[in-house]
């Protein structure tokens, strides 16, 4: 099933999921029109958005969702958010802000990609990019706006931050089972909520893309780069907040409430790690 003629808005166009959602959109139906938010249309990604069939590039950011609407030529059918910036206050006064919003102004559906939260939900984490999550998950669900929540776990793409695969080997808990999910499936999901809402309304769904011991990710990257990781310097990047320094021993210490064999039950197609790899060692090689 597909949809037809529908007016979506993405925000974070140019980020990791807002990209990945509307590449995965353009390819749905020639009538859609997908509008994709950021605040400086000419830089070098903007520009490349600009370029796909369907896509009409507009400043703004989450921060004024009212500004992009307005710009919509018609009715506001679909819109993707994820909190940005590390400011809980501002995530959840922007968050509530364009639930408010969707409901006065008749959106016709939300996706909000919140986050996984590792067996914490109910209780209090301290921190605080954690807890404004919760806070917009809350509002949204007692909202009268139609949605999806997603909850992704880590980015297999945090592979290829400074420190992250360093990581693994010397630091990530031998008994706790991670996880982790590519962000161009999170764009894939995002778009096949928002091409079919009735069946993904209220629904919230934790994604998954692969599972494994510290020993199974340092198996599959051996596989795919032929690098063992254990050779890798044993570092931790003394440089980072101590807010950040607390949210990545949160994500270290912590198993993922998402389990893979639920997310292939709504998307059966996410990539596991070794996918994911030598996808990107296809597309620039390691
Ligand atoms: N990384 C992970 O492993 C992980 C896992 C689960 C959940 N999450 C959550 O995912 C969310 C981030 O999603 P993402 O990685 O897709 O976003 P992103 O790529 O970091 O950013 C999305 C876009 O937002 C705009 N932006 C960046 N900072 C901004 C700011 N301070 N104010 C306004 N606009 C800003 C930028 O676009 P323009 O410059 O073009 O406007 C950027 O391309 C966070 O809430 C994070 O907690 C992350």
Same mark, same amino acid.
């Given at each position: 099933m597909s949809s037809q003629g529908k007016n979506?808005?993405?925000?974070g166009a140019t980020g990791k999921q807002g990209s990945a959602a509307v590449q995965w959109l353009t390819k749905?139906?020639? #009538?859609?029109?997908?509008?994709?938010?950021? /605040? =400086?249309?000419?830089?070098? $990604?903007?520009?490349?958005?600009?370029?796909?069939?369907? *896509?009409? !590039?507009?400043? @703004? =950011?989450?921060? #004024?969702?009212e500004k992009a609407f307005a710009q919509v030529n018609g009715t506001v059918d679909g819109v993707f958010f994820a909190p940005v @910036?590390? #400011?809980?206050? =501002?995530?959840?006064? %922007? +968050?509530k802000q364009m639930i408010d919003l969707a409901g006065k102004s008749? !959106?016709?559906?939300?996706?909000?990609?919140?986050? #996984?939260?590792? +067996?914490? /939900?109910?209780d209090v984490t301290g921190i605080e990019a954690i807890e404004a999550k919760? *806070?917009? %998950? =809350?509002?949204?669900?007692?909202?009268?706006? $139609?949605y999806t929540i997603l909850r992704p776990v880590g980015f297999l793409e945090n592979l290829f931050f400074p420190g992250y695969a360093d990581a693994i080997p010397h630091f990530w808990p031998r008994q706790l089972i991670k996880s982790g999910i590519a962000s161009s499936d999170i764009g894939r999901a995002v778009s096949e909520v928002l091409l079919n809402p009735a069946y993904f309304e209220g629904k919230i769904i934790g994604l998954s893309g692969y599972e @494994?011991?510290?020993?199974? &990710?340092?198996?599959? &990257? %051996?596989k795919v780069t032929g690098e063992d990781l254990r050779k890798r310097e044993k570092k931790m990047n003394s440089e980072m907040s101590e807010e950040k320094m607390k949210m990545l021993k949160f994500i270290m210490f912590n198993e993922n409430d998402a389990r893979v064999e639920r997310t292939r039950a709504f998307f059966p197609w996410v990539m596991d790690l070794q996918t994911f790899l030598e996808d990107a060692k296809a597309r620039k090689p390691m």
């Amino acid at each position: 099933m597909s949809s037809q003629g529908k007016n979506f808005v993405i925000f974070g166009a140019t980020g990791k999921q807002g990209s990945a959602a509307v590449q995965w959109l353009t390819k749905s139906g020639t #009538d859609n029109i997908i509008y994709a938010i950021t /605040r =400086d249309p000419s830089s070098a $990604k903007a520009q490349s958005l600009a370029t796909l069939p369907h *896509v009409q !590039v507009i400043q @703004g =950011d989450s921060s #004024d969702p009212e500004k992009a609407f307005a710009q919509v030529n018609g009715t506001v059918d679909g819109v993707f958010f994820a909190p940005v @910036g590390f #400011d809980a206050k =501002d995530q959840i006064k %922007e +968050g509530k802000q364009m639930i408010d919003l969707a409901g006065k102004s008749g !959106v016709g559906y939300l996706v909000f990609s919140s986050t #996984d939260f590792s +067996g914490h /939900r109910e209780d209090v984490t301290g921190i605080e990019a954690i807890e404004a999550k919760k *806070v917009i %998950e =809350d509002y949204l669900i007692s909202s009268f706006v $139609k949605y999806t929540i997603l909850r992704p776990v880590g980015f297999l793409e945090n592979l290829f931050f400074p420190g992250y695969a360093d990581a693994i080997p010397h630091f990530w808990p031998r008994q706790l089972i991670k996880s982790g999910i590519a962000s161009s499936d999170i764009g894939r999901a995002v778009s096949e909520v928002l091409l079919n809402p009735a069946y993904f309304e209220g629904k919230i769904i934790g994604l998954s893309g692969y599972e @494994g011991s510290p020993q199974d &990710w340092m198996h599959v &990257w %051996e596989k795919v780069t032929g690098e063992d990781l254990r050779k890798r310097e044993k570092k931790m990047n003394s440089e980072m907040s101590e807010e950040k320094m607390k949210m990545l021993k949160f994500i270290m210490f912590n198993e993922n409430d998402a389990r893979v064999e639920r997310t292939r039950a709504f998307f059966p197609w996410v990539m596991d790690l070794q996918t994911f790899l030598e996808d990107a060692k296809a597309r620039k090689p390691m």
